[in-house]
């Protein structure tokens, strides 16, 4: 039994004619009345029979017309909420974001995104990398803006951002007062860190060493913003993007320290397993950072492992 049969059925049973039919389906009449005896064949039935000038549906003819009417009705509900997806008048948008990229990078996309596609619902999760880069993988989400770089096979990665990071503390820390502080002072003082594994920490820890200094952490947190907090309390040096430490710094409720020229620095990507894999919302979402941010986010890179 095929859906153009059914069509057939129910305009023959409408119209009570199947030249009438075929005309309203622009085929012939000779292909349309082939269908409906194929359709016959199928149910083991007469499905027609004439009166006067018109055909009427037998019993089984409409038995099989309520039946039918529901599989194309169900039928075309599924072509329109698709073609609304494709057009994105609605859908579902899933991805996930590190603290800072949530707060700090991707807001004038959201705006801009929403404003255009109000009917597409956004959802994001908010984690570190790694337990972002696990969702993706587990197919809860669709894209991810993380920390590069980032090792997955089959990921693509899109490289979007990329932004300072700087020591900051209480204006009273006895560091905030020195013009220039040292890498090994900031080691022996300990800072207030990103958790041990995550991708900013090995960053950090990265420039200690190539200077040959082993640094230390006097606490461990994953949320940047929790990091800020307790750098204001006057608990120790945090080291943080500088979008997240700005408003702090211009109002002087954080000092930046001078750690002698060496330079922390961390680019943000967004990565996904493929544009074949994303839905329309996802690849217009995507484009959208790619124009936000420009030639940069252009670049794809193939992650590896």
């Known amino acids: 039994m095929e859906i153009r049969q059914l069509r057939f059925f129910l305009s023959t049973i409408r119209l009570g004619s199947v030249s009438a039919a075929a005309a309203e389906h622009f085929v012939t009449q000779p292909a349309v009345s082939a269908q409906l005896r194929k359709l016959e064949g199928v ?14 549906p037998t019993a089984a003819g409409l038995a099989l017309a309520a039946r039918a009417e529901e599989v194309i009705g169900s039928l075309d509900k599924l072509h329109a909420e698709l073609r609304g ?8 948008l899933r991805m996930g974001n590190t603290d800072a990229a949530s707060v700090y990078v991707l807001p004038e996309v959201y705006r801009s995104f929403h404003r255009t596609y109000p009917g597409v619902r956004i959802e994001i999760t908010i ?10 993988a587990a197919g809860r989400i669709e894209l991810a803006t993380v920390t590069l770089p980032v090792e997955g096979a089959g990921l693509v990665v899109r490289p ?6 700087v020591p900051v503390a209480h204006p009273g820390h006895p560091f905030a007062s020195r013009r220039r502080v040292s890498l090994h002072d900031l080691a022996e003082e300990g800072i207030i860190a990103y958790p041990s594994g995550s991708t900013t920490r090995r960053m950090i820890d990265a420039v200690f060493e190539a200077h040959r200094v082993s640094v230390r952490a006097r606490m461990e947190i994953s949320s940047p ?3 800020k907090r307790l750098a204001q309390a006057g608990l120790g040096v945090a080291i943080l993007p500088r979008p997240v430490a700005s408003a702090e710094i211009r109002r002087k409720a954080l000092k930046v320290i001078n750690p002698g020229g ?5 680019e943000i990507g967004v990565v996904h397993r493929g544009v074949d894999s994303l839905s329309p919302a996802a690849r217009v979402f995507l484009e959208m950072v790619e124009r936000r941010f ?12």
């Open 43 to 56: 149910v083991g039935q007469k499905l027609f029979v004439r009166r006067g000038r018109k055909l009427a």
């Open 85 to 92: 997806l494709n057009q994105l008048e609605h859908g579902h």
């Open 127 to 136: 984690g570190d990398t790694r337990h972002l880069l696990d969702a993706l």
């Open 160 to 165: 979007v951002y990329r932004e300072d990071l």
């Open 225 to 227: 913003e929790a990091m």
């Open 262 to 266: 060496v330079r922390f620095e961390r």
């Open 294 to 305: 420009g030639a940069s986010a252009r670049r794809h890179m193939k992650g590896s492992g």
